[in-house]
């Protein structure tokens, strides 16, 4: 069983920074891919950025050159740093781990980017 938990989600202003984590834990053999998701209210879930097992990265192009993933693999552990925020990233971010056929989801945490 994997759980994953996400943190850092909150209420901050168009042009300012947030860093979402993402924890996994539970029975976790290796190293697997991980990513964020986003869903804004009356939208679909959209992916907003991936790393693999290599740490390679990709990037929706809604957020490209304002986003960062990045992974510690010591602690399980994804990072999703957000610069420059818009009101339109407003959503519950959602990260998911991907073992094989299996994709585990955490209950997602809000972000709220007004004035």
């Known amino acids: 069983q994997v759980h994953i938990g996400e943190s850092g989600g909150g209420l901050v202003q168009p042009g300012g920074s947030l860093r979402l984590s993402c924890a996994a834990s539970g029975s976790i053999g290796s190293i697997y891919p991980m990513g964020w998701y986003r869903q804004a209210p009356g939208k679909q879930r959209e992916l907003v950025a991936g790393?693999?097992?290599?740490?390679?990265?990709n990037y929706a192009d809604s957020v490209k050159g304002r986003f960062t993933i990045s992974r510690d693999n010591a602690k399980n552990t994804v990072y999703l740093q957000m610069n420059s925020l818009k009101p339109e990233d407003t959503a519950v971010y959602y990260c998911?781990?991907?073992?094989?056929?299996?994709?585990?989801w955490g209950q997602g945490t809000q972000v709220t980017v007004s004035s």
């Open positions: 998911n781990l991907v073992s094989g056929p299996i994709t585990y």
């Open positions: 790393i693999t097992s290599r740490a390679r990265t």
